[in-house]
């Protein structure tokens, strides 16, 4: 079977701004070949079982070369298998894509080419910066300043000054100097704004604004360091009036999600809406159980059931996945009483058109047994699917009341081995703001992905007190939510974000 390979462009590094039709691609990637500069975002987006190939490629830090990097897209090509050439920006500016499209031709290789962002655009404008404004530059001229040690830049700068236009250079960091140099040495304006641009995009993004004589003294004073983008022309005057971003709640912070995979994205999105930037890396995740007699039996027998209790919105996923997939009508759980243990349950059932019934103040195993056994009496059946290994204190306090309870487990927890980022290394040098929990299980999982000399330097948000006492137990710094919420968690991170500024 022949292979296939994507050139996709990841944008500057906000997974936002990678276009719909590259996330798709990469779903579906078996090998994913990838640059230094892509977002961890994004990187956390490469499905866990492709095959990762990290070719670096970083301002004067090139782990393979051009040659080698393409040599291996042909290869793995000819495996039969999909890849994906993964790139900062947009594949085909200054990204070398052609070079890597024309010896795939050359292989009879088919190629397909998926634009992104560029930074040259994205990034100023994240920093409050128009590209082109109406009073102030009609054109936008792209450049890139990158140059070989101990040789002068190949750029004609006299052309660019006649241009009066916006000018971006990329990759100019390390040639600032020269940059500024050059565009007064040809007759630009010692005044002319210009600025240089950091991380733009994430949540580590900064700005330097001066004019061309100041910039690289300026730029000295706060350390500006690669990657960054470089802006010369009167739009950067606009920047301090047209910033956004630094309004935004959560702006400035990055936060690390461990929710189990197929529950994280919707807690992800509300962050984003408020300025994080949020790494999404799953510290569990969630494998139904096969569907074996056991459930058949219990499922039979629903109408001698009385109530049907739910610990967690991944319970109750599988559950009516695994209803239908027995064939067994909803409308048969109509005689039931619903419990669930908290809001986050509640609202996963109420999608279902189910309301609960029961639903402890606390959200907690205990919490739920207590209130079961408040409101049954010993000829009540409780049934109880959830996951293998569940919390014993719950079924220990519902059987006071002398209810028989069925517990069946539908799904078994499985901790997460491995990240594609180097989480010790992030947490060490304090890139990670605060790390968000929702149940102890994701507590123990995180902690399996980090070296123990980190723990003591991880902010941990956890949802109700049981996540906090085993944050707590790794020696973690805690915060807890109000309310064992998704809003509760998000707004408690809000607070703890005005409360530095």
């Given at each position: 079977m022949a292979?296939?390979?994507?050139?996709?462009?990841?944008?500057?590094?906000?997974?936002?701004?990678m276009t719909v039709k590259g996330k798709e691609v990469l779903k579906q990637a078996e090998v994913v070949v990838y640059d230094a500069l892509i977002g961890m975002g994004i990187l956390t987006m490469i499905p866990k079982d492709a095959e990762r190939i990290h070719v670096g490629k970083r301002s004067g830090n090139h782990t393979m070369r051009q040659e080698e990097i393409s040599q291996i897209l042909v290869e793995k090509a000819k495996e039969g298998k999909r890849v994906v050439r993964l790139k900062g920006g947009d594949p085909f500016l200054f990204g070398r894509g052609g070079e890597e499209m024309e010896l795939l031709k050359e292989h009879g290789i088919s190629c397909e080419v998926v634009p992104g962002v560029t930074s040259a655009i994205s990034v100023p404008a994240y920093n409050g910066i128009p590209i082109t404004h109406r009073d102030f530059s009609s054109s936008l001229h792209i450049i890139t300043a990158h140059k070989r040690e101990d040789k002068p830049l190949d750029i004609d700068f006299a052309s660019l000054v006649k241009l009066k236009g916006t000018l971006v250079f990329l990759m100019g960091v390390k040639?600032?100097?020269?940059?500024?140099?050059?565009?007064?040495n040809a007759g630009m304006a010692e005044d002319t704004p210009a600025a240089i641009l950091q991380q733009g995009t994430t949540a580590k993004q900064r700005k330097v604004v001066a004019t061309l004589a100041t910039l690289k003294e300026e730029a000295q004073k706060e350390s500006i360091q690669s990657p960054a983008i470089i802006v010369v022309g009167a739009v950067c005057s606009l920047a301090e009036k047209l910033s956004w971003y630094e309004d935004l709640e959560l702006a400035g912070k990055r936060i690390l999600l461990t929710r189990p995979r197929h529950l994280i994205s919707q807690m992800a999105e509300k962050l984003r809406k408020k300025g994080a930037e949020v790494l999404e890396v799953p510290a569990v995740s969630i494998e139904p159980r096969i569907m074996d007699e056991s459930f058949q039996k219990a499922v039979e027998k629903l109408e001698e059931y009385t109530v049907l209790a739910f610990t967690s919105p991944s319970g109750v996923q599988v559950f009516f996945d695994q209803l239908k997939t027995a064939g067994i009508d909803i409308r048969k759980l109509a005689h039931l009483k619903i419990a669930a243990m908290g809001k986050g349950t509640g609202k996963e059932l109420e999608e279902r058109g189910i309301f609960v019934d029961y639903m402890p103040e606390i959200y907690d195993a205990a919490s739920l047994g207590k209130l079961l056994a408040e409101k049954c009496t010993a000829q009540d059946v409780i049934f109880l699917p959830r996951a293998a290994n569940g919390n014993p204190e719950l079924v220990k306090e519902a059987e006071k009341s002398g209810s028989k309870i069925i517990e069946l487990p539908i799904y078994n927890t499985v901790y997460e081995k491995e990240s594609i980022i180097d989480l010790t290394k992030e947490?060490?040098?304090?890139?990670?703001?605060?790390?968000?929990?929702?149940?102890?299980?994701?507590?123990?999982?995180?902690?399996?992905?980090?070296?123990?000399g980190a723990y003591h330097k991880v902010q941990a948000v956890c949802i109700g007190k049981k996540t906090e006492e085993a944050a707590k137990s790794y020696g973690m710094q805690t915060f807890v939510s109000k309310e064992s919420t998704i809003e509760s968690v998000i707004q408690r991170l809000q607070e703890l974000t005005a409360s530095e500024k």
């Amino acid at each position: 079977m022949a292979g296939k390979v994507w050139l996709v462009g990841a944008g500057p590094s906000d997974p936002g701004l990678m276009t719909v039709k590259g996330k798709e691609v990469l779903k579906q990637a078996e090998v994913v070949v990838y640059d230094a500069l892509i977002g961890m975002g994004i990187l956390t987006m490469i499905p866990k079982d492709a095959e990762r190939i990290h070719v670096g490629k970083r301002s004067g830090n090139h782990t393979m070369r051009q040659e080698e990097i393409s040599q291996i897209l042909v290869e793995k090509a000819k495996e039969g298998k999909r890849v994906v050439r993964l790139k900062g920006g947009d594949p085909f500016l200054f990204g070398r894509g052609g070079e890597e499209m024309e010896l795939l031709k050359e292989h009879g290789i088919s190629c397909e080419v998926v634009p992104g962002v560029t930074s040259a655009i994205s990034v100023p404008a994240y920093n409050g910066i128009p590209i082109t404004h109406r009073d102030f530059s009609s054109s936008l001229h792209i450049i890139t300043a990158h140059k070989r040690e101990d040789k002068p830049l190949d750029i004609d700068f006299a052309s660019l000054v006649k241009l009066k236009g916006t000018l971006v250079f990329l990759m100019g960091v390390k040639a600032l100097e020269d940059i500024c140099a050059g565009l007064r040495n040809a007759g630009m304006a010692e005044d002319t704004p210009a600025a240089i641009l950091q991380q733009g995009t994430t949540a580590k993004q900064r700005k330097v604004v001066a004019t061309l004589a100041t910039l690289k003294e300026e730029a000295q004073k706060e350390s500006i360091q690669s990657p960054a983008i470089i802006v010369v022309g009167a739009v950067c005057s606009l920047a301090e009036k047209l910033s956004w971003y630094e309004d935004l709640e959560l702006a400035g912070k990055r936060i690390l999600l461990t929710r189990p995979r197929h529950l994280i994205s919707q807690m992800a999105e509300k962050l984003r809406k408020k300025g994080a930037e949020v790494l999404e890396v799953p510290a569990v995740s969630i494998e139904p159980r096969i569907m074996d007699e056991s459930f058949q039996k219990a499922v039979e027998k629903l109408e001698e059931y009385t109530v049907l209790a739910f610990t967690s919105p991944s319970g109750v996923q599988v559950f009516f996945d695994q209803l239908k997939t027995a064939g067994i009508d909803i409308r048969k759980l109509a005689h039931l009483k619903i419990a669930a243990m908290g809001k986050g349950t509640g609202k996963e059932l109420e999608e279902r058109g189910i309301f609960v019934d029961y639903m402890p103040e606390i959200y907690d195993a205990a919490s739920l047994g207590k209130l079961l056994a408040e409101k049954c009496t010993a000829q009540d059946v409780i049934f109880l699917p959830r996951a293998a290994n569940g919390n014993p204190e719950l079924v220990k306090e519902a059987e006071k009341s002398g209810s028989k309870i069925i517990e069946l487990p539908i799904y078994n927890t499985v901790y997460e081995k491995e990240s594609i980022i180097d989480l010790t290394k992030e947490i060490k040098e304090e890139s990670i703001d605060y790390v968000v929990f929702t149940s102890a299980s994701t507590v123990k999982s995180f902690t399996e992905l980090v070296n123990p000399g980190a723990y003591h330097k991880v902010q941990a948000v956890c949802i109700g007190k049981k996540t906090e006492e085993a944050a707590k137990s790794y020696g973690m710094q805690t915060f807890v939510s109000k309310e064992s919420t998704i809003e509760s968690v998000i707004q408690r991170l809000q607070e703890l974000t005005a409360s530095e500024k």
